[in-house]
Structures are given as C-alpha cells and as structure tokens.
C-alpha cells in the first residue's frame, strides 16, 4: 500500500474508509469521514492505523515523472 490509496478499516467498532495520506513504518495516517460527532470530536478525520489492519479498496494512480526527463533531454 502507498500514500493515495483507498483503505477500509474497523475504528470503535465501525466500518471506515478512507485515504492514506503518510506512512510510517510499521502504520499509516488515514483521512476519513464520519458523521458521528464522538468520532470527529475524538480524531478529527485522521487516525493512524497498523498496516495490518487495513484493507486496500482501490490502489492510487502510478505517477510518472514525465516532465523531468522531457527537461533533461
């Protein structure tokens, strides 16, 4: 899994997902939405969840690094 993808995990017993936004070493920094106000007040739309304990929904788009090599040539 890498910095974009989607990812579906169990927080205080409810099912989430949402989207990696920075990786550690052994876990992840999710974004994610939630409706129930305990949630919010309580992680604000980012937790940091053990790798193990995610699910990949869909992977992020390979990015090429196009421009720097049309700059070079």
Known sequence: MKIGDQVS???EGQD?????DKAYQNSFMVTFKSDDTEILDKYHDRVVINKKKLK???SAPETTDTEATDDEA
């Open 9 to 11: 995990f169990k927080l």
């Open 16 to 20: 989430f997902t949402g989207f990696i």
């Open 56 to 58: 990949l929904i869909k």
